[in-house]
């Protein structure tokens, strides 16, 4: 299976954004996965869409726009007009899922639904055939540098047999690290996201290190 790796810019140093984005770029990175945070759903902030945008600008591969926000539906058409290529809400948001997918699809952007920690599987069952990308939550959502919780190995192993032959993707979020990556892996999971491991020293090498562990 073809692996795919998303840096999550939350870890990057904001005081030298352009800096390290272009690193994220340069290491081949499949997709800048872009956590938004509105304090509601999650206690942390990051940004909206007019800061998207400007990095969209710089940026040029494809924007995974991941929203912990209380009501994704409201925003959804700004987030896509800034550049976002898919764009994940979560399950456990306030409002209409199917509300959500439908205004995606219509932006021309691929939809995905994301599950916290505690949130079984089965709610995925009625949107299964309408969406391209599943991001299960390893951590519990709000900030970068948490630790793996260990039971999600099971879920990402379920998730890969309900998913099937369907075109989704599955990705995974959260506390992602050297010792751990082989593990999600081979549970199933075909995108990558991390943080605080990829971007502590330097973002080429450690990438370097993610696309062997993949290989082995
Ligand atoms: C957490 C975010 C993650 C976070 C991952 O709520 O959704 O994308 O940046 O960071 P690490 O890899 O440090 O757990
Ligand atoms: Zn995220």
Known sequence: MNIKIAPSMLSADFANLERDLKEVE???ADFLHVDIMDGH?????TMGPDQVAQ????????????LMISEPLKYINQFADAGADIITVHVESEGDIQACID????????PGLVLSPDTPLKVLEPY????KMVLIMC???????????????????????MIGSRAIDLEIDGGINFN????????????IVSGSCLFKGEIQKNMKRFRKIIEE
Not at 148 to 158: A, V
Request: glycine residues 10%; contains cysteine.
């Open 41 to 45: 759903f999650v206690p942390n902030i």
């Open 103 to 110: 205004t995606i699809v219509k932006k021309g952007v691929k």
């Open 26 to 28: 340069k290491s081949g």
């Open 55 to 66: 990095i969209r600008k710089k940026i040029s591969i494809p924007f995974d726009v991941h």
């Open 180 to 191: 751990n990556l082989k593990e999600v892996v081979d549970a199933g999971a075909n995108v």
């Open 128 to 131: 299964l055939d309408q969406i």
């Open 139 to 161: 951590v519990y959502p709000g900030f970068g540098g948490q630790s793996y919780l260990s039971g999600c190995t099971q879920k990402i192993r379920e998730c890969r047999k």
